[in-house]
T-cell receptor
Framework: GAVVSQHPSRVICKSGTSVKIECRSL??????MFWYRQFPKQSLMLMAT?????????EQGVEKDKFLINHASLTLSTLTVTSAHPEDSSFYIC??????????FGQGTRLTVV | RKEVEQDPGPFNVPEGATVAFNCTYS??????FFWYRQDCRKEPKLLMS???SGNEDGRFTAQLNRASQYISLLIRDSKLSDSATYLC???????????????FGKGTLLTVNP
């Protein structure tokens, strides 16, 4: 089946630094990828839709200048958390939809900002 | 009304029990419906799609009632390994091409006890 690979799986960074998370679709081309955030005991909340070759579409309340998304190729999208703060600590997950139906998720990145 | 609303849970059941989860959705134009399973600190994985005619996969049965905008999941003869969070997912707004935005319920935590 389709596989989406996300890296890193875990990162600890200092407050004020930036962190880049990569999401790759390994055996299919994904013109659209999605980035979610999940706080403890909460559901996945869509942050933004990443579109290959164009600007990402952000959900209401998500700062586009803080969460930079780049979808430079059909198999790679990156999310950069800029000037991270402790409140940005969360589980970040990407997904891609093969042929628009079933969503395949990356393994997730657990970000801890200290 | 929330876009996707699930039983709050948590559910604690003994092995062998039958457990049912319910979910309602607000967007009557929604196209596809799914149940995902998420283990602690892991990414969600597709459990099964939900069809209007109802569908069964082993011990799992999913039902959809479009008129009532209601989805259910029934687990029979529950196993210890069924312990997880079950997410009701609705495929909602079309983003263009063949891609749709998924909306997740908050999830219901199931613990199956020996």
């Amino acid at each position: 089946g389709a596989v989406v690979s996300q890296h890193p799986s875990r990162v600890i960074c200092k407050s004020g630094t930036s962190v880049k998370i990569e999401c790759r679709s390994l055996d299919f081309q994904a013109t659209t990828m999605f980035w979610y955030r999940q706080f403890p005991k909460q559901s996945l909340m869509l942050m933004a839709t990443s579109n290959e070759g164009s600007k990402a579409t952000y959900e209401q309340g998500v700062e586009k200048d803080k969460f930079l998304i780049n979808h430079a190729s059909l198999t790679l999208s990156t999310l950069t958390v800029t000037s991270a703060h402790p409140e940005d600590s969360s589980f970040y997950i990407c997904s891609a939809q093969d042929r628009g139906t079933e969503a395949f998720f990356g393994q997730g990145t657990r970000l801890t900002v200290v | 009304r929330k876009e996707v609303e699930q039983d709050p849970g948590p559910f604690n059941v003994p092995e062998g029990a039958t457990v049912a989860f319910n979910c309602t959705y607000s967007n009557s134009a929604s196209q596809s419906f799914f149940w995902y399973r998420q283990d602690c600190r892991k990414e969600p994985k597709l459990l099964m799609s939900v069809y209007s005619s109802g569908n069964e996969d082993g011990r799992f049965t999913a039902q959809l009632n479009r008129a009532s905008q209601y989805i259910s999941l029934l687990i029979r003869d529950s196993k210890l390994s069924d312990s997880a969070t079950y997410l009701c997912v609705v495929n909602g707004n079309q983003l263009g091409g063949s891609n749709y935005k998924l909306t997740f319920g908050k999830g219901t935590l199931l613990t199956v006890n020996p």
